[in-house]
């Protein structure tokens, strides 16, 4: 079956424009999980949703971050005022359950901004 | 966070097991060990996961060590398709959120 899809796949933005990333989960998975990876470095958890709410936005290094999802299917991680120090792979992952052990994550999106 | 402590990088040549260590001694009695792996240039790819007794899939095997602060991601037979960086981590306690470390690159040479 399908995967889960990330669009765009590569982005380059200016600094200080905004961009918005979209993730497709899994048909029927409740929990969507945003994740970054800066060149040469592990992952980084930056959100994590159950359904259409958050209940844990601890990760979102700024306000300039942001998310949603709908629907319970497809989430939107914006940024705003993008900054040099943003660029990385932005990596969406879902599971069934919140408490699955098993993550199925998309292929990323990788972030430029000039 | 939920600390795990790999080596950075291993290498091994192809057709033999390779044996990948991971030290979680912070680790909590109910806490499951988790291992992925990212290809290049790809998103990470569950492996295998336990809690206190020794998991086989197909994929791979996983030995945990009696007190748990341990545990040894085998991989029976390496091929070229391997060659990946394998990550060891749990949840954050009270959490569902996983904290990645940098994880062992693993060379397999033909």
């Known amino acids: 079956g399908a995967g889960v899809s990330q669009s765009p796949s590569n982005k380059v933005t200016e600094k200080g424009k905004d961009v918005e990333l979209r993730c497709d989960p899994i048909?029927?998975?409740?929990?969507l999980y945003w994740y970054r990876q800066s060149l040469g470095q592990g992952l980084e958890f930056l959100i994590y949703?159950?359904?259409?709410?958050?209940?844990?936005k601890s990760g979102l290094p700024s306000d300039r971050f942001s998310a949603e999802r709908t629907g319970g299917s497809v989430s939107t991680l914006t940024i705003q005022r993008t900054q040099q120090e943003d660029s990385a792979v932005y990596l969406c992952?879902?599971?069934?359950?919140?408490?699955?052990?098993?993550?199925?994550f998309g292929p990323g999106t990788r972030l430029t901004v000039t | 966070d939920a600390k795990t402590t790999q080596p950075n990088s291993m290498e091994s040549n192809e057709e033999e097991p390779v044996h990948l260590p991971c030290n979680h001694s912070?680790?909590?009695?109910?806490?499951?060990i988790h291992w992925y792996r990212q290809l290049p240039s790809q998103g990470p790819e569950y492996v295998i996961h336990?809690?206190?007794s020794n998991v086989n899939n197909r994929m791979a095997s996983l030995a945990i060590a009696e007190d748990r602060k341990s545990s040894t991601l085998i991989l029976h037979r390496a091929t070229l398709r391997d060659a990946a960086v394998y990550y060891c981590?749990?949840?954050?306690?009270?959490?569902?959120?996983?904290?990645f470390g940098t994880g062992t690159r693993l060379k397999v040479l033909a």
């Open positions: 981590i749990y949840w954050g306690p009270g959490t569902y959120k996983y904290i």
């Open positions: 048909s029927g998975h409740t929990a």
């Open positions: 992952a879902s599971s069934f359950l919140r408490d699955s052990y098993e993550q199925y």
């Open positions: 912070t680790i909590s009695g109910t806490d499951y």
């Open positions: 949703f159950q359904g259409n709410s958050a209940p844990d």
């Open positions: 336990g809690l206190t």
